[in-house]
């Protein structure tokens, strides 16, 4: 007894959730969400790191996560061709059509499939992306992050059976957390998430969002501590003299962000007739080669950025390592090896950067310190500019040095990199460039942004009631009495009690009250056998809709592509996939008035 009393209970509190949650505005829901996403997140995000870390640390000299240059020249070779056999198999056993992996798939899963992630891509990135690092693949771990984080939010929601508009929000609270636990970049993750996986600023996406990034930020200090990614040196912004060298650097980190992402592009769209797991043991047997000329490639390559914000490099091997990382990343990513392209952004930034800062100081005379400035301010912009993430490249800068100076060479720099990728080369993000290769699209619109804010179960029309075709005239005079209280429309069953369409009432009163009506009963509401006089709902003159489900987790968008797709009205259920819904509860009514209602703009009297 009290099991089920409990039971009931919790039902009930879980549906009045869902019908919360469908509205655009239910913050306070959303946050609670957010902040428990951001926790989950973050457990995984921490445990990730633990076990790839811990493997490298095993593995590598001097238990130096990053040490793949002092690895022999055997290992380095087996190392990424170990690996890429290791990832052929996986994928052979259980790709099952999973094209790409990352933020990538997020970004594909949000646009047309409602952010709903799998427990099979879960594993595929986790143990994927994991065998990738340790193999000294040159991929980063900032992606993994971020599709691991996405897909706990996404399966946390679809085991609340939460409305896809909520689901979606807690897709983009887990991105967010991957970021933060990653970096120690807690509000880069917000704005990461917010510009890249959502495309959307709104109160309702950024505070749970937020707590979500504090809240996995939060957890993996208290476990891995605060040590931060990179060293940072004291860096300033001297002289405006230095505002021509800034444009300078935007320009060309601009141009060899466009070159990055087109080699990228060639090569996954030129590979795309070969089987993934040839592929990744191709692109194992290339990065074992790269890492006998230039063993600093290997792996996310983190200890080399440091070098190079320490200024411990020549500028000749600054050059060989910019393009040696590009064409190393271009091979691994576009090859299908699962892993992040921040991690290699970053490390391209900042030894292009470096470049730049060596020959300011050689034509103006800047103390070399000053190098390491140039080189963070490369980092920002090649991430900016490749990623076409402007706002979340300058905040991660800001994070990272924790100095209020970088604000404005940053902006000016990250701003020039990203136009001049965008408008002058007429590239994409490396993410969209990824989805094209693989034959997918990306492409978002306001109304689809305001669409998929909003759940059918906060729009849905309640006033009906479900009837047989046929009714007496007694019951359609009831009916038509009640019209102005609580009933809306007639949902119309056939002879199997399949629901097939809807009918206003109104349009039943404007039956009884016709001509026809009135020659057909003769005011009475019984034949001359004594039998009630019968009215066919199907056959009357009237207007009707043809009816087909949506689910009550619907947004929108869901919404409006099943009018785009003929469907006349839809009427809302729990579960829409169902073989036969005569049975099944129904929620309300959705018109395609509805849909248009919540973008067209309201007159104003």
Not at 92 to 113: D, W
Not at 255 to 270: D, W, Y
Request: proline fraction near 4%; include cysteine.
């Amino acid at each position: 007894m009290l099991s089920n009393f409990f039971n009931k209970n919790k039902k009930s509190w879980i549906e009045s959730l869902r019908f919360s949650l469908a509205r655009p505005d239910a913050l306070l829901q959303l946050a609670l969400l957010g902040l428990i996403t951001g926790l989950l997140a973050g457990g995984v995000i921490v445990i990730f790191r633990l076990v790839v870390e811990g493997a490298q640390e095993y593995l590598l000299p001097a238990n130096n996560p990053d040490n793949y240059e002092a690895l022999s020249t055997l290992l380095r070779v087996l190392f990424p061709i170990i690996a890429s056999l290791l990832l052929a198999l996986m994928f052979y056993k259980s790709a099952k059509g999973i094209r790409v992996l990352g933020i990538a798939r997020v970004m594909e899963r949000m646009e047309y499939h409602q952010g709903y992630l799998t427990v099979r891509e879960f594993f595929l990135q986790f143990i994927g992306s994991g065998i990738a690092i340790i193999g000294g693949h040159s991929v980063g771990r900032e992606g993994p992050h971020v599709h691991l984080g996405a897909t706990s939010g996404s399966l946390f929601g679809q085991y609340l059976k939460l409305p896809n508009n909520s689901i979606r929000t807690l897709v983009a609270s887990g991105a967010a957390a991957g970021i933060a636990a990653s970096f120690n970049t807690p509000l880069a993750g917000v704005i990461f998430a917010l510009e890249v996986i959502m495309v959307e600023y709104t109160l309702a996406s950024f505070v749970p969002v937020m707590l979500a990034s504090v809240s996995a930020n939060a957890l993996s200090v208290a476990i891995l501590g605060n040590q931060p990614a990179f060293i940072i040196p004291d860096l300033d912004f001297t002289s405006f003299s230095e505002l021509p060298i800034l444009l300078v650097l935007g320009v060309v980190i601009g141009a060899v962000a466009a070159f990055f992402n087109h080699t990228l592009g060639f090569i996954a769209s030129k590979s795309q007739g070969i089987e993934i797991w040839w592929r990744v043991i191709l692109a194992g047997f290339l990065i074992a080669a790269m890492g006998l000329i230039f063993p600093e490639v290997l792996g996310i390559g983190y200890d080399t950025v440091n070098k190079t914000l320490l200024s411990e490099f020549s500028i000749v091997a600054l050059l060989g390592l910019t393009f040696a990382k590009l064409l190393a990343t271009s091979i691994s990513i576009g090859l299908g090896v699962p892993g992040g392209m921040i991690g290699p952004a970053f490390f391209i930034g900042a030894t292009l950067g470096s470049c730049i800062g060596y020959l300011a100081s050689y034509l103006f005379g800047f103390d070399n310190a000053h190098i390491g400035f140039f080189a963070l301010l490369g980092m920002g912009a090649m991430m900016g500019a490749s990623l076409q993430a402007p706002l979340a490249a300058l905040t991660a800068i800001m994070e990272l040095t924790y100095n209020p100076g970088i604000i404005m060479p940053g902006m000016l720099t990250i701003v020039i990199a990203q136009l001049t990728t965008s408008e002058i080369f007429s590239k994409s993000s490396l993410f969209i460039s990824m989805l094209r290769s693989n034959g997918l699209d990306y492409n978002t619109s306001p109304v689809t942004q305001v669409l998929r804010g909003i759940g059918v179960a906060s729009v849905l029309n309640t006033k009906f009631v479900r009837h047989s075709k046929e009714l007496t005239l007694e019951e359609a005079n009831i009916l038509v009495v009640n019209k102005n209280k609580d009933i809306d429309w007639i949902i119309l069953k056939d002879s199997d009690d399949e629901l097939r369409m809807i009918m206003p009432i109104s349009e039943l009163a404007k039956y009884l009250q016709s001509d026809e009506s009135l020659e057909n009963t003769s005011n009475k509401s019984i034949d001359e056998d004594n039998n009630p006089l019968i009215i066919d709902l199907f056959e009357i003159p009237a207007q009707r809709l043809q009816l087909s489900p949506i689910s009550l987790q619907s947004n929108l968008q869901q919404a409006h592509e099943s009018f785009e797709q003929g469907a006349e009205a839809l009427y809302v259920v729990f579960n829409d996939n169902k073989k036969s819904l005569a049975n099944a509860r129904v929620y309300g009514i959705i018109t395609e008035d509805i849909v248009k209602a919540a973008y067209k703009p309201k007159r104003r009297l």
